[in-house]
């Protein structure tokens, strides 16, 4: 999630209306705060310290926080939507009937264990079959609709130079594990977590009878490793001009010799496109040179168990369970897995989205509220627009594009306007596979059928049920669904500064995506095109340049610091995001000074009210992954990392040269 920032009268209006005769709290959890650290030295800390030295993540979490906070409201939530469903004896193909359905196919262990295999054994015996490299080709365009996991995809997407055509576009793909630098890095660490994968794929393929799995095993991760060697780096696929490279469909016989791309295509569905978006040619070039030099048998041996992996948490208890050791265990640390009834929620609400999202706005989300948090995000915009106008490295030709960037922003609150159609999915009670997989073709068809139409701009890629947020540079969107709009993000009963500090903060933070390293590529339609001037751009490459410095040599874990390069357009919308909320609430004033509530002025309250946004803790094995494929940087480096960087921090909280947390005024990054 990211996020935001919100203009000034916006907000005033928007917690004056939703006031009614209560009185005002702060908004402040002072539970939570640890007052004897200086605020300078530890701001997350300061505010956060008591709770943190309090919390126990549960077993079931490898991290746990605000967000899980709030993910755990939805769920219980969405499980008396769908437990209302189960009860209700509805028609079949009723949306009442496919949720009811779908949960209870899941809820079936005793059903899923006596089935064993069997749901992957038809997918099986079509890998076997596979004689020649012509027909891996044909196989790899059907195993792309079904989501098996292979070299790589192809997907539905929007023209990077033209926002309104929906193109095919092609993506790396085929690793198991999170990131290339799993298989190729020396670190001890990823060492042990490469040796606990192989023993893991050695036990899924024992429990599924293979003959000779250990060999097996090894065949499968040295096939990953090889891949991951040639992937493109995820620093290198930040950079969005480079994913853009149109092709021929009838040119790629140059750039994959040896790979029948028009068969791919036509068993993916795509027959009849012309061009398609390359985006990683270097690393696609290279795979089809390991394609062809690698034995069929040894391809058909890593299919088997991409079909394995990808359906072992819908197949037998066994299975699951050992998924679970590694995925869960190793690589996030994870005590326990979830109960099944919160997978359960959690897999219903994924496949059904918009028919379980339709239920949960009628029951926690009005059409008031919606019309509320739109007045705030508009309000948003315009401080904004504000603050791009008194930047002083910044050309007034290029602020002249910014502005109309600015102006262009969609904003989408809640929930859609118009809901998705399920009526063509088909949901059986007892069977999970079958349904997981009639759900992944409903999305991949809906997908396919944008071809050769239009871009929907009125679609959403989230849910309303969904705690995040998300911005959208090739439609120029932002987007809150409603089950963000709750505290500590926003509250309705709280002083505007609290929230200002909280969902402004996170409003900014999207709206700064917009103007982030890779987002400012792409102007207000969404194209992506060059609208800086060149020495606008070189000072703002230099100020994002010290924001990387800042960010490298932050220590998550002994030895392991956050990744500045892979971090930094969340990193600038979280400075942006914040220093824009500041503005806004010292707008939202009108010159009149903030009371003072719980012991604290206005502005601290918006400093706290971001802290409080980023409460979070996290098992050692979480932040690890985390560094290593997330783009993110830790909870507590988005406080500490941020607020250092603010001049109002220092007067607010008298901050001074000395302190963990002091930068000289020089030092400190503004962009936005």
């Not at 935001?4 to 705060?33: D, R, W, Y």
């Not at 058909?300 to 819908?314: F, Q």
């Not at 948003?380 to 007034?396: N, Q, R, T, V």
């Not at 560094?627 to 909280?653: C, L, M, Q, T």
Request: hydrophobic fraction near 40%.
């Amino acid at each position: 999630m990211r996020k935001i920032t919100f203009p000034v009268l916006a907000l005033a209006a928007l917690v004056t209306s939703c006031q009614k005769s209560e009185p005002l709290h702060s908004g402040i959890t002072k539970a939570n705060m640890d007052t004897l650290v200086k605020p300078g030295d530890n701001f997350d800390a300061y505010v956060n310290g008591n709770w943190n030295r309090k919390t126990k993540i549960p077993a079931d979490k490898s991290s746990y926080g605000a967000f899980d906070i709030l993910l755990d409201k939805s769920e219980k939530d969405v499980k008396e939507i769908i437990q209302a469903a189960a009860k209700s004896n509805s028609a079949e193909g009723s949306e009442e009937q496919k949720i009811g359905d779908f949960y209870a196919s899941y809820m079936d262990r005793k059903g899923r264990d006596a089935k064993g295999l069997s749901p992957i054994q038809p997918e099986w015996k079509k890998i076997d079959a596979l004689q020649d490299h012509a027909a891996l080709a044909a196989y790899l365009g059907e195993a792309n609709r079904q989501g098996i996991a292979a070299p790589f995809g192809v997907f539905v997407s929007t023209d990077f130079e033209d926002p309104n055509k929906n193109v095919i576009m092609t993506w790396q793909g085929g690793l198991s594990l999170p990131d290339r630098d799993y298989y190729l890095s020396t670190a001890p660490e990823m060492m042990q977590i490469r040796q606990a994968y192989t023993e893991h794929v050695q036990k899924m393929l024992t429990l599924a009878q293979f003959t000779n799995a250990q060999a097996e095993a090894a065949t499968i991760v040295a096939l990953e490793t090889e891949i991951a060697k040639i992937h493109i780096t995820k620093e290198e696929n930040r950079d969005t001009k480079k994913l853009n490279n149109p092709f021929k469909v009838a040119d790629l016989a140059g750039l994959m010799p040896g790979f029948d791309f028009k068969t791919y295509l036509t068993k993916a569905g795509m027959a009849k496109e012309k061009s398609i978006i390359i985006a990683q040619p270097a690393y696609m070039k290279k795979l089809a040179q390991l394609y062809t030099s690698t034995p069929i048998a040894t391809w058909k041996t890593y299919l088997k168990w991409s079909v394995l992996n990808g359906a072992a948490t819908s197949l037998t208890t066994a299975l699951d369970k050992q998924n679970f050791e590694f995925f869960g265990k190793v690589l996030s640390g994870t005590e326990k897995q979830r109960d099944d009834w919160k997978r359960a929620v959690q897999t219903v609400s994924g496949g059904l989205g918009e028919m379980i999202g339709k239920l949960y706005v009628e029951k926690h989300f009005s059409p008031e509220a919606k019309e509320r948090m739109t007045v705030m995000v508009k309000n948003l915009l315009k401080a904004y627009a504000e603050s791009i106008k008194k930047l002083d490295w910044m050309s007034e030709a290029t602020k002249k594009e910014a502005l109309k960037k600015v102006d262009k922003f969609v904003i989408k609150i809640g929930y859609p306007d118009k809901w998705r159609d399920y009526s063509s999915l088909t949901i059986a009670k007892n069977d999970l596979y079958g349904n997981l997989q009639r759900c992944a073709a409903y999305e991949y068809n809906r997908n396919l059928a944008k071809l050769g139409k239009p871009v929907d701009r009125t679609e959403w890629g989230m849910t309303p049920q969904t705690v995040n947020a998300y911005y959208n540079p090739s439609v120029n969107e932002i987007v809150f669904p409603a089950a963000i709009l709750q505290p500590p993000f926003f509250d309705m009963n709280a002083d505007d500064a609290v929230n200002y500090g909280g969902i402004g903060a996170v409003i900014g933070h999207e709206i700064g995506h917009g103007f982030d390293d890779q987002g400012s590529t792409f102007d207000g339609d969404g194209k992506l095109r060059n609208w800086w001037k060149p020495s606008d751009l070189e000072a703002f490459s230099k100020r994002t340049k010290a924001l990387v410095e800042q960010y490298n040599a932050f220590q998550a874990l002994p030895g392991l610091n956050v990744n500045g390069d892979f971090t930094l357009g969340e990193n600038i919308g979280d400075l942006g995001g914040l220093s824009i909320a500041l503005k806004a609430y010292k707008m939202s004033l009108n010159g009149k000074e903030a009371p003072k509530m719980d012991g604290f002025t206005g502005i601290q309250r918006v400093f706290l009210g971001w802290g409080q946004v980023w409460l979070d803790k996290s098992r050692p094995e979480a932040l690890r992954t985390q560094i290593a494929a997330d783009p993110h940087s830790p909870a507590k480096f988005r406080i500490n990392g941020v607020v250092r960087n603010i001049p109002e921090f220092y007067e607010a909280f008298n901050v001074k040269p000395g302190d963990s947390l002091y930068l000289a005024p020089e030092k400190r990054v503004k962009i936005w």
